[in-house]
């Protein structure tokens, strides 16, 4: 799988941007703030339909605009594929598949598969968990269109339910009509657990042989899903807890709530855990998402590097430099000295000053 080419009009800086790409490594590089991320950004958002920040669709339009336009040629297995993705201020984005608009974005999923690998990322692992199950969320969602229908149909029940929590301060008798949001929030919520733990499990075979290999043997991983549950179903937990939940107008147990945890030699290292090892652990789970990602759809990703390399030390450069040679790569980076002393093949460059690529070759 590989991106070809990329066309952005009235994107982030960019006013008008025509690129095309190399199979193997495309390197980007220039000053910070110079619209460098913002080219991996607009590939992610014609993958997923989302900003790897959270962004909102208007504050991705250049300023003074209506509207951004994304065109990406995309080639996955022999056969081309055109995305167009029109992002508007005031209204809903527009999406087109090889010029066929598509009523529902969840279409889009499972055509680019992209892995993202930001300086944030490296800090998934001591962060909330809030950021563990967006991790999951948008792996499985690119992965599994089931779960991205059952993660939508959960949240869409979720969001009802704490809003009936909110009303019931005010009306009391809405009580009774919990029990019909219980049973549906605990059915979608329960495959979506479901679905979560088995690609923790998956993970787990692929990361252990990884971060070992990182840790020269000194270290093992082990991942583990959290639930808030303790033992029993859904049902019953969201059952237990509904006088609590009216107290506190939220819903306190569920999917929603959920994380993985990281062992490193029997250590708890989101709490415990140095730095160091906190990085290590997470390079361990972007490269193992790679992998999976190539043992379920029979295909490389594509991988979006945005300003990594300058993170890490020479040990864990090399290795990631290493494991990604056989895939499609953009990178970002300020210079190109992270790559002078490496044996690691470059096919094309690109300078980028003030939303303008001043120099390819």
Known sequence: ?????????????????????????????????????????????????????????????????????????????????????????????????????????????????????????????????????????????????IYLCDLANYNRVLNQRNRLLKEISFRPDLADTLEIWDMQAAEYGEKVEKRRKRFVEELNEIIQGIHKKLTGGREEILLSYESGKSGENLLEALTKNRERDIRQKSTSVGPHRDDICFWTNGLDIRKFGSQGQQRTAALSLKLSQIRLIESVIGDTPILLLDDVLSELDKNRQNYLLDSIHDIQTLITCTGLDEFVDHRFSINKIFQIKDGRVIKEN
Not at 57 to 67: A, Q, R, S, Y
Not at 108 to 126: A, M, Q, R
């Open 1 to 145: 799988m590989i991106i070809k080419s990329l066309k952005l009009k009235n994107f982030r800086n960019y006013d008008l941007l025509n690129l095309n790409f190399n199979h193997a490594t495309n390197i980007f590089y220039g000053d910070n703030a110079q619209g460098k991320t913002n080219i991996l950004e607009s590939i992610y958002v014609s993958g997923t339909t989302k900003s790897h920040r959270g962004t909102k669709d208007k504050d991705m339009i250049l300023f003074g605009e209506e509207e951004a336009h994304i065109e990406t040629i995309v080639e996955k297995k022999g056969v081309p594929f055109r995305i167009d993705m029109h992002l508007k201020k005031n209204s809903p984005k527009g999406i087109a598949i090889n010029k066929v608009p598509i009523k529902r974005a969840s279409e889009l999923f499972g055509i680019i598969h992209l892995v993202f690998f930001s300086p944030e990322d490296l800090n998934i692992i001591k962060n909330g968990p809030s950021e563990r199950r967006r991790f999951m969320d948008l792996e499985l969602s690119q992965l599994d269109k």
